[in-house]
């Protein structure tokens, strides 16, 4: 199995331009999160989904949009890219009360 | 939701025991569960504990288990340089049951 499979695994952002961060999972998870960490910080959550066609906001979500059509893909938006927003980007999955498991993370960049 | 509360940073030599703790906010959490973050990768599942059971033990590592005081700890045995890391803690939170993690504690180790 594939697990969380994220893309791209590395990005440049300019300001104020936008992007996707793909996640795809194949294990029929339900549930699927969000994170960014920050350099020598913790996890903070974005979004997270409970379901298809279920979102909801996590701590910190200005700035970003998802959607989850469909149970495999939870994608993370970015419309105007900034600064802040320069982090490493965690897509996690999981069903109802098991682990997590998490991709391999996207370190972004916004110059 | 209420934060899950580590302590950042934990030094300690090696060959001795690391005590990383942790206090969760959600007292309905079926399974607690701790994560490693190695330099550059995502996070793995090291450990959890169900909600039932005060301590478990797996080779070096001991989890314990506070229910009442809501306090969780991990203990890892005999210290080694390979155990340098960041170990996040993180519980089932909600009505919604999604996993949220605490900030990390980075484990350093002394020679």
């Known amino acids: 199995n594939a697990g969380v499979t994220q893309t791209p695994k590395f990005r440049i952002l300019k300001i104020g331009q936008s992007m996707t961060l793909q996640c795809t999972q194949d294990?029929?998870?339900?549930?699927m999160y969000w994170y960014r960490q920050d350099p020598g910080m913790g996890l903070k959550l974005i979004y997270y989904?409970?379901?298809?066609?279920?979102?909801d906001k996590g701590e910190v979500p200005n700035g970003y949009n998802v959607s989850r059509s469909t149970t495999e893909d939870f994608p993370l938006r970015l419309e105007l890219a900034a600064p802040s927003q320069t982090s490493v980007y965690f897509c996690?999955?999981?069903?109802?009360?098991?682990?997590?498991?998490f991709g391999q993370g996207t370190r972004l960049t916004v110059v | 939701g209420e934060d899950v509360e580590q302590s950042l940073f934990l030094s300690v030599r090696e060959g001795d025991s690391s005590v990383i703790n942790c206090t969760y906010t959600?007292?309905?959490?079926?399974?607690l569960y701790w994560y490693k973050q190695e330099p550059g990768a995502g996070l793995q599942l090291l450990t959890y504990?169900?909600?039932?059971?005060d301590m478990k033990q797996d080779q070096r590592l001991t989890v314990l288990l506070n229910k009442k005081d809501k306090h969780l700890s991990l203990r890892i045995a005999d210290t080694q340089t390979g155990d340098s890391a960041i170990y996040f803690c993180?519980?089932?939170?909600?009505?919604?049951?999604?996993?949220?993690f605490g900030k990390g504690t980075r484990l350093h180790i002394l020679p």
């Open positions: 504990i169900f909600s039932n059971m």
């Open positions: 959600d007292s309905s959490s079926t399974y």
């Open positions: 996690a999955s999981s069903s109802s009360n098991t682990e997590a498991f």
């Open positions: 294990m029929n998870h339900n549930y």
């Open positions: 993180a519980e089932i939170q909600g009505r919604d049951d999604k996993i949220i």
């Open positions: 989904s409970v379901g298809a066609g279920i979102t």
